[in-house]
C-alpha cells in the first residue's frame, strides 16, 4: 500500500489543488448586458416606431397571408385577449394548453404585438425558459418565420453554446433553463429589471433544473418587491396537465403583508371528441351480464388483481386509507425480510392488476371492430413478462393475443426510453390487425397527438422512481397518478373520433386522488440535487434551498444527502462544491461515490479499472455458476474487472461475431458488456472532454486514459483500496461467531450472496477475512444480503475509509468501527509504542486526504488537452 502511494507520489500526486473549483460558466451573464442599449430618449422613440411600421406592414402583407390563417386557427387565437388580461394583471399566472395550442410560441407572440400597438414596444423584452437548447432553437426559428424576421432581429435565442439574442428593445428571447438559471443566481436584479415578462414552458414534468429555477425566480421576486423594484411578469405554461395547483407555491406577499396571488387560465381543446367514461363497477357489472364468470373469473384471481381490487372495495366502504390501499409490499417474502425493507425505506408498491387488465382488453376487442387501444400499466420488466404470460397463454374472454395476423401489441418500457416508430405511425398496422400500446405513463409519454388511439385502459397507476436512500440507487415503482394526469389520459381517446375510456378503479379512488402529480425531486438522487443546485451558481445554503422548493423531499433525507456528500469529499465544511463535486454533475448516469472512485482511478494512476467498475455499477455481468471458475479470488469487483477486460479485448480482436460464444462460454451477460460499453464511451467522453484524461483515437484503445494514468491499473491490492474509497460507507464486517455475523454500522444479520465469490460457510471465515467493501444491499430470499463484495484489509478500510477519531486506547471510524493498534515489536512500553504508531497513522491519513484531489493539474500535465471549460469570469461577449 505505502509503495502504492509512494509510485502514485511521483507519477504526479503532488500537495496542490486544482484551481477548478470555480468552473461555471458566467459568460451568459456578460452576454446579457450586451443586449442591453444605452439609455436614449430619441432612440427609444424611434424604436417604438419603427416596431409599430413592421407590425403593420407584416399584417398587410400579402405573402403572410397563409401564416396569419394558420395563426388564427390555433386554439390559442381565440383566447388572445385572456391571455393578455391575465398576464398583465398577475406577477405570476399560469395558462393550460394541449398539443395544439403552441402556447410557446403564440404568447410571446401576443404580448410583443400587444405592447407595440400600445407603443411600449421598446419596453417589452419577453424571455422564454426551455429545459432543452434544441426546442429552444426550435421555437425561436419557427417564431422568427412566422414574424418574417432572421434569428437575432426582436427574436432570438440564448443557450450554453450559442448566443443569437436580440438587443432588448421589443424583443424575443428563447433561452434554455441552465441559461436563465445562471443569469438569475448571479445577476438577479439586472435580469428581472431589464424584462419584462419571464415565460416558463415544459411543465408537463418540472425537471430538476426547471424546479431550481421556479424557487430561484420565486425568491429574487419576492426580493425586488421587498425593495420595491419593478419586476417582470411570469408565466407557466404547460401543454396538457393542470398546473393550476403551482399556484399556492407562487402566492407571495408584498411589503405590507398583503397576498399577491397566481391566477390561472385553461384553453379548451375544442377539436376534441366526445369520451364515454367507465369505472370499475360499471366495468364489473358489463363483464357479469355478458360473460360467463368462468371466463373471467380465474383472472381476477391472479395475485396482483386480487389484492387491488380489494383495495378498491376496502376504500369504497371507507376501510382503509386512501393513499395505502391497494398495495403489497412487494418484498415482503417473510416477516424478517419485510421488517428489515420497511426500515430501509422500501416503499409499499401498488401492483397493476394484470388480469383485469388483460380481461379488460379483451372485452374491448370482442365489443368492437378497430380503433387502437392505449393501455396505461406501469411497464416493469417483471410487469410486461407476466402480461405477456397471460395475454398469449391463457387466452382472456378466449382471445388469441398470440396471433399476430389480428394483433400488434407495442411496449413503451421505463419513463426514459424512446418511443417506437410503429407506435407513432398507423401506416405500420396492415388492415385487419389491431394495434394495442403498453405505456408506463409519463405526460410526455402522451404528448405526442400521433397516437391513433379511441380506446385507453387506465390502472390509474404511475411509473415512478424513488430514490433509495440506504442503497444509493433508484428503483421503479407504481404508485396512485394525480387528477390532472386522469384528465389528460382520457382527453387520449378523444382525439380522433369518438372515444371509451375504462378505469379500473372506482370514483372514490378519482375522487381521493392528488391534483397534481408531486415533484419529480422526490424521485431524484437527493446527493445529485443538493450538487446540481450548486452548480447552477447558488450562494445560499443548498438545505433551506432545496427544502425550500415546490414539493421538497424531506428535510431528513436532505441532511443526510450533504452530509454523505461532505464524506465523500464533493461538499466542503462550508457546503461549497470541491472539484470532486464539480465532475460529479458532469457524469450524470453514475452515483456520487462512484464518480469519486473514477477520481481516486486518477490520482493513484489506477484509471482504467475504476472506469470498468464505474460502467458495471447496477449491471450483473456475471452469472452464479462463474463463480466456481474464480475460487481463489476475494472479490467480486476483480472478477468483474478481468471478465470484462477479457470481453473487450475478444471484442477488439474478433469483433462482435466472436463475442457471443466468448460471453456463453465464460457465463457473461452479452448486453450487460454492451451496456458498459456505452457507459464506458458517456465517461470517458466527459473525462476527455474537461481535460482529465487524453482524448482516445478509438473506444477499443487500451489501456483507457493511456499508460501514464494506468501505471497502477494492475495493482489488485491498490485497486481494493481504492475500492473503499470509491463505496464507502458500503463497508461490512464479520462480528460473532454464529449464523448471519456481517453487520453494517446500521444493519446486523446480514449474509453474503450465495452468487459471490466470497460466499463461505461462517466457520471458515479467517482473521484477515473480516472486512468486506459491498456494492449492493437487496432481499434474496428472505435475507438481507451483500452483493458485490471485495475482501479489503483493515488499514484500506483506515485509510480510504471515512472520519476517524481516538477513543480511548483504540480509534474509531464514523462512531461504530473500532481500530486497535498492536505493537509486535520488543518495545520496553508497548502502550506508548501503540500510541505512537495511533498518532502516526492518523497523521498519515490526514497527509493522504490531503494529497487526495483527483481534478488536481498533474492530471492534466503534459498528455491531456486544457480545460474546455471556462474559468470564473467575464468572457468578451461575442454574437456567433
Same mark, same amino acid.
Given at each position: 500500500?505505502?509503495?502504492?502511494?509512494?509510485?502514485?507520489?511521483?507519477?504526479?500526486?503532488?500537495?496542490?489543488?486544482?484551481?477548478?473549483?470555480?468552473?461555471?460558466?458566467?459568460?451568459?451573464?456578460?452576454?446579457?448586458?450586451?443586449?442591453?442599449?444605452?439609455?436614449?430618449?430619441?432612440?427609444?422613440?424611434?424604436?417604438?416606431?419603427?416596431?409599430?411600421?413592421?407590425?403593420?406592414?407584416?399584417?398587410?402583407?400579402?405573402?403572410?397571408?397563409?401564416?396569419?390563417s394558420?395563426?388564427?386557427?390555433?386554439?390559442?387565437?381565440?383566447?388572445?385577449?385572456?391571455?393578455? =388580461?391575465?398576464?398583465?394583471?398577475n406577477?405570476?399566472?399560469?395558462?393550460?394548453?394541449?398539443?395544439t395550442?403552441?402556447?410557446?410560441?403564440?404568447?410571446?407572440?401576443?404580448?410583443?404585438?400587444?405592447?407595440?400597438?400600445?407603443?411600449?414596444?421598446?419596453?417589452?423584452?419577453?424571455?422564454?425558459?426551455?429545459?432543452?437548447?434544441?426546442?429552444?432553437?426550435?421555437?425561436?426559428?419557427?417564431?422568427?418565420?412566422?414574424?418574417?424576421?432572421?434569428?437575432g432581429d426582436?427574436?432570438?435565442?440564448?443557450?450554453?453554446?450559442?448566443?443569437?439574442?436580440?438587443?432588448?428593445?421589443?424583443?424575443?428571447?428563447?433561452?434554455?433553463?441552465?441559461?436563465?438559471?445562471?443569469?438569475?443566481?448571479?445577476?438577479?436584479?439586472?435580469?428581472?429589471?431589464?424584462?419584462?415578462?419571464?415565460?416558463?414552458?415544459d411543465?408537463?414534468?418540472?425537471?430538476?433544473?426547471?424546479?431550481f429555477?421556479?424557487?430561484?425566480?420565486?425568491?429574487?421576486?419576492?426580493?425586488?418587491?421587498?425593495?420595491?423594484?419593478p419586476?417582470?411578469?411570469?408565466?407557466?405554461?404547460?401543454?396538457?396537465?393542470d398546473?393550476?395547483?403551482?399556484a399556492?407555491?407562487?402566492?407571495?406577499?408584498?411589503?405590507?403583508?398583503?397576498?399577491?396571488?397566481?391566477?390561472?387560465?385553461?384553453?379548451?381543446?375544442?377539436?376534441?371528441?366526445?369520451?364515454? +367514461?367507465?369505472?370499475?363497477?360499471?366495468?364489473?357489472?358489463?363483464?357479469? +351480464?355478458?360473460?360467463?364468470?368462468?371466463?373471467?373469473?380465474?383472472?381476477?384471481?391472479?395475485?396482483?388483481?386480487?389484492?387491488?381490487?380489494?383495495?378498491?372495495?376496502?376504500?369504497?366502504?371507507?376501510?382503509?386509507?386512501?393513499?395505502?390501499?391497494?398495495?403489497?409490499?412487494?418484498?415482503?417474502?417473510?416477516?424478517?425480510?419485510s421488517?428489515?425493507?420497511?426500515h430501509?425505506?422500501?416503499?409499499?408498491?401498488?401492483?397493476?392488476?394484470?388480469?383485469?387488465?388483460?380481461?379488460?382488453?379483451?372485452?374491448?376487442?370482442k365489443?368492437?371492430?378497430?380503433?387502437?387501444?392505449?393501455?396505461?400499466?406501469?411497464?416493469?420488466?417483471?410487469?410486461?413478462?407476466?402480461?405477456?404470460?397471460?395475454?398469449?397463454?391463457? =387466452?382472456?374472454?378466449?382471445?388469441?393475443f398470440?396471433? +399476430?395476423? =389480428?394483433?400488434?401489441?407495442?411496449?413503451?418500457?421505463?419513463?426514459?426510453?424512446?418511443?417506437?416508430?410503429?407506435?407513432?405511425?398507423?401506416?405500420?398496422?396492415?388492415?385487419?390487425?389491431?394495434?394495442?400500446?403498453?405505456?408506463?405513463?409519463?405526460?410526455?409519454?402522451?404528448?405526442?397527438?400521433?397516437?391513433?388511439?379511441?380506446?385507453v385502459?387506465?390502472?390509474?397507476? +404511475?411509473?415512478?422512481?424513488?430514490?433509495?436512500?440506504?442503497?444509493?440507487?433508484?428503483?421503479?415503482?407504481?404508485?396512485?397518478?394525480s387528477?390532472?394526469?386522469?384528465?389528460?389520459?382520457?382527453?387520449?381517446?378523444?382525439?380522433?373520433?369518438?372515444?371509451?375510456?375504462?378505469?379500473?378503479?372506482?370514483?372514490?379512488?378519482?375522487?381521493?386522488?392528488?391534483?397534481?402529480?408531486?415533484?419529480?425531486?422526490?424521485?431524484?438522487?437527493?446527493?445529485?440535487?443538493?450538487?446540481?443546485?450548486?452548480?447552477?451558481?447558488?450562494?445560499?445554503?443548498?438545505?433551506?434551498?432545496?427544502?425550500?422548493?415546490?414539493?421538497?423531499?424531506?428535510?431528513?433525507?436532505?441532511?443526510?444527502?450533504?452530509?454523505?456528500?461532505?464524506?465523500?469529499?464533493?461538499?466542503?465544511?462550508?457546503?461549497?462544491?470541491?472539484?470532486?463535486?464539480?465532475?460529479?454533475?458532469?457524469?450524470?448516469?453514475?452515483?456520487?461515490?462512484?464518480?469519486?472512485?473514477?477520481?481516486?482511478?486518477?490520482?493513484?494512476?489506477?484509471?482504467?479499472?475504476?472506469?470498468?467498475?464505474?460502467?458495471?455499477?447496477?449491471?450483473?455481468?456475471?452469472?452464479?455458476?462463474?463463480?466456481?471458475?474464480?475460487?481463489?479470488?476475494?472479490?467480486?469487483h476483480?472478477?468483474?474487472?478481468?471478465?470484462?477486460?477479457?470481453?473487450?479485448?475478444?471484442?477488439?480482436?474478433?469483433?462482435?461475431?466472436?463475442?457471443?460464444?466468448?460471453?456463453?462460454?465464460?457465463?457473461?451477460?452479452?448486453?450487460?458488456?454492451?451496456?458498459s460499453?456505452?457507459?464506458?464511451?458517456?465517461?470517458?467522453?466527459?473525462?476527455?472532454?474537461?481535460?482529465?484524461?487524453?482524448?482516445?483515437n478509438?473506444?477499443?484503445?487500451?489501456?483507457?486514459?493511456?499508460?501514464?494514468?494506468?501505471?497502477?491499473?494492475?495493482?489488485?491490492?491498490?485497486?481494493?483500496?481504492?475500492?473503499?474509497?470509491?463505496?464507502?460507507?458500503?463497508?461490512?464486517?464479520?462480528?460473532?461467531?454464529?449464523?448471519?455475523?456481517?453487520?453494517?454500522?446500521?444493519?446486523?444479520?446480514?449474509?453474503?450472496?450465495?452468487?459471490?465469490?466470497?460466499?463461505?460457510?461462517?466457520?471458515?471465515?479467517?482473521?484477515?477475512?473480516?472486512?468486506?467493501?459491498?456494492?449492493?444491499?437487496?432481499?434474496?430470499?428472505?435475507?438481507?444480503?451483500?452483493?458485490?463484495?471485495?475482501?479489503?484489509t483493515?488499514?484500506?478500510?483506515f485509510?480510504?475509509?471515512?472520519?476517524?477519531?481516538?477513543?480511548?486506547?483504540?480509534?474509531?471510524?464514523?462512531?461504530?468501527?473500532?481500530? =486497535?493498534?498492536?505493537?509486535?515489536?520488543?518495545?520496553?512500553?508497548?502502550?506508548?509504542?501503540?500510541?505512537?504508531?495511533?498518532?502516526?497513522?492518523?497523521?498519515?491519513?490526514?497527509?493522504?486526504?490531503?494529497?487526495?484531489?483527483?481534478?488536481?493539474?498533474?492530471?492534466?500535465?503534459g498528455?491531456?488537452?486544457?480545460?474546455?471549460?471556462?474559468?470564473?469570469?467575464?468572457?468578451?461577449?461575442?454574437?456567433?
Open positions: 500500500m505505502r509503495d502504492s502511494v509512494l509510485q502514485a507520489k511521483k507519477g504526479g500526486l503532488l500537495d496542490a489543488k486544482a484551481d477548478l473549483k470555480n468552473l461555471k460558466n458566467l459568460s451568459p451573464i456578460d452576454q446579457f448586458r450586451r443586449q442591453m442599449p444605452l439609455p436614449d430618449r430619441h432612440a427609444i422613440e424611434h424604436r417604438s416606431e419603427k416596431l409599430k411600421m413592421e407590425l403593420m406592414e407584416w399584417r398587410q402583407d400579402k405573402a403572410m397571408e397563409d401564416v396569419r394558420y395563426m388564427k386557427l390555433l386554439p390559442s387565437s381565440g383566447y388572445e385577449e385572456r391571455i393578455l =388580461k391575465l398576464v398583465n394583471a406577477i405570476f399566472s399560469i395558462v393550460v394548453g394541449h398539443g395550442t403552441e402556447l410557446a410560441t403564440q404568447i410571446p407572440h401576443f404580448l410583443l404585438n400587444d405592447a407595440i400597438d400600445h407603443d411600449e414596444g421598446p419596453a417589452c423584452n419577453i424571455v422564454v425558459a426551455h429545459v432543452s437548447s434544441a426546442i429552444t432553437e426550435h421555437f425561436a426559428s419557427k417564431l422568427a418565420r412566422l414574424r418574417n424576421k432572421v434569428i426582436t427574436v432570438g435565442y440564448h443557450t450554453p453554446s450559442s448566443c443569437k439574442a436580440p438587443l432588448l428593445t421589443g424583443s424575443i428571447t428563447y433561452t434554455a433553463t441552465e441559461t436563465l438559471l445562471t443569469q438569475l443566481q448571479h445577476a438577479p436584479d439586472e435580469v428581472l429589471g431589464a424584462v419584462s415578462h419571464i415565460i416558463i414552458g411543465l408537463e414534468v418540472i425537471e430538476p433544473a426547471v424546479e429555477l421556479m424557487t430561484t425566480l420565486k425568491q429574487a421576486v419576492h426580493s425586488r418587491l421587498d425593495r420595491n423594484l419586476v417582470p411578469q411570469v408565466v407557466l405554461t404547460s401543454r396538457g396537465l398546473i393550476a395547483d403551482l399556492p407555491f407562487f402566492t407571495i406577499r408584498d411589503r405590507e403583508g398583503k397576498a399577491i396571488h397566481c391566477r390561472s387560465l385553461s384553453i379548451d381543446n375544442k377539436s376534441a371528441y366526445p369520451v364515454e +367514461q367507465h369505472y370499475i363497477d360499471d366495468i364489473l357489472k358489463t363483464f357479469a +351480464q355478458r360473460y360467463n364468470g368462468k371466463m373471467f373469473g380465474p383472472f381476477f384471481n391472479e395475485r396482483r388483481t386480487k389484492y387491488y381490487l380489494a383495495g378498491e372495495e376496502a376504500l369504497v366502504s371507507k376501510k382503509m386509507d386512501p393513499e395505502t390501499d391497494g398495495s403489497e409490499n412487494a418484498n415482503s417474502i417473510s416477516s424478517y425480510d421488517h428489515a425493507l420497511g430501509l425505506g422500501v416503499d409499499r408498491a401498488i401492483l397493476p392488476p394484470l388480469g383485469l387488465v388483460a380481461v379488460t382488453i379483451a372485452h374491448i376487442v365489443s368492437s371492430d378497430a380503433g387502437t387501444i392505449l393501455v396505461s400499466v406501469p411497464t416493469s420488466e417483471s410487469v410486461i413478462m407476466d402480461l405477456k404470460g397471460i395475454l398469449s397463454h391463457e =387466452k382472456p374472454l378466449n382471445v388469441d398470440a396471433d +399476430q395476423s =389480428k394483433f400488434q401489441m407495442i411496449w413503451k418500457t421505463g419513463i426514459a426510453t424512446g418511443w417506437p416508430t410503429e407506435a407513432l405511425n398507423s401506416d405500420t398496422t396492415p388492415e385487419g390487425r389491431r394495434k394495442i400500446i403498453f405505456i408506463n405513463d409519463t405526460p410526455r409519454d402522451l404528448a405526442n397527438r400521433k397516437l391513433d388511439v379511441r380506446y385502459v387506465d390502472t390509474g397507476l +404511475q411509473g415512478t422512481y424513488i430514490y433509495d436512500q440506504e442503497l444509493s440507487r433508484l428503483r421503479l415503482r407504481s404508485r396512485w397518478t387528477k390532472a394526469d386522469l384528465r389528460y389520459r382520457i382527453r387520449q381517446a378523444g382525439n380522433v373520433k369518438d372515444g371509451q375510456y375504462y378505469a379500473l378503479f372506482s370514483r372514490t379512488r378519482s375522487a381521493s386522488l392528488k391534483s397534481c402529480r408531486g415533484s419529480i425531486l422526490h424521485g431524484f438522487n437527493p446527493q445529485r440535487s443538493c450538487l446540481e443546485a450548486k452548480a447552477s451558481g447558488l450562494r445560499s445554503d443548498v438545505r433551506d434551498f432545496i427544502c425550500s422548493t415546490i414539493d421538497p423531499p424531506p428535510r431528513s433525507h436532505v441532511e443526510s444527502a450533504v452530509n454523505s456528500l461532505q464524506s465523500i469529499e464533493a461538499l466542503d465544511d462550508s457546503f461549497n462544491m470541491t472539484p470532486l463535486g464539480h465532475l460529479i454533475p458532469l457524469l450524470k448516469p453514475l452515483d456520487p461515490t462512484i464518480v469519486k472512485m473514477v477520481g481516486l482511478g486518477l490520482m493513484f494512476r489506477c484509471l482504467e479499472p475504476m472506469i470498468l467498475l464505474s460502467s458495471l455499477f447496477g449491471l450483473e455481468i456475471n452469472k452464479p455458476k462463474r463463480k466456481r471458475f474464480y475460487r481463489d479470488s476475494v472479490s467480486d476483480l472478477v468483474d474487472i478481468n471478465a470484462i477486460r477479457k470481453a473487450y479485448d475478444v471484442w477488439r480482436n474478433s469483433g462482435d461475431h466472436a463475442l457471443k460464444p466468448f460471453c456463453e462460454e465464460h457465463y457473461l451477460d452479452r448486453v450487460a458488456v454492451f451496456n460499453a456505452t457507459a464506458i464511451r458517456a465517461i470517458v467522453r466527459v473525462l476527455s472532454e474537461v481535460g482529465l484524461m487524453p482524448r482516445p478509438n473506444f477499443h484503445d487500451r489501456p483507457l486514459g493511456g499508460k501514464d494514468l494506468n501505471t497502477n491499473s494492475y495493482n489488485e491490492v491498490l485497486i481494493r483500496a481504492l475500492l473503499v474509497g470509491g463505496l464507502y460507507p458500503r463497508l461490512s464486517v464479520f462480528n460473532l461467531k454464529g449464523e448471519n455475523r456481517w453487520r453494517t454500522k446500521r444493519w446486523d444479520g446480514l449474509e453474503i450472496s450465495k452468487s459471490s465469490v466470497n460466499y463461505s460457510q461462517n466457520d471458515s471465515i479467517g482473521e484477515r477475512e473480516r472486512l468486506v467493501a459491498f456494492s449492493n444491499l437487496q432481499a434474496e430470499k428472505g435475507k438481507l444480503r451483500l452483493f458485490g463484495t471485495s475482501h479489503v483493515p488499514l484500506m478500510a485509510l480510504f475509509g471515512g472520519k476517524v477519531q481516538v477513543n480511548g486506547n483504540y480509534l474509531e471510524m464514523d462512531g461504530w468501527l473500532p481500530f =486497535k493498534i498492536k505493537d509486535k515489536s520488543t518495545s520496553a512500553y508497548p502502550e506508548a509504542a501503540e500510541k505512537t504508531l495511533q498518532d502516526a497513522l492518523i497523521e498519515y491519513k490526514r497527509t493522504l486526504n490531503h494529497f487526495r484531489d483527483p481534478l488536481r493539474p498533474s492530471a492534466r500535465q498528455h491531456c488537452t486544457h480545460i474546455s471549460i471556462p474559468y470564473q469570469q467575464y468572457m468578451p461577449w461575442q454574437r456567433h
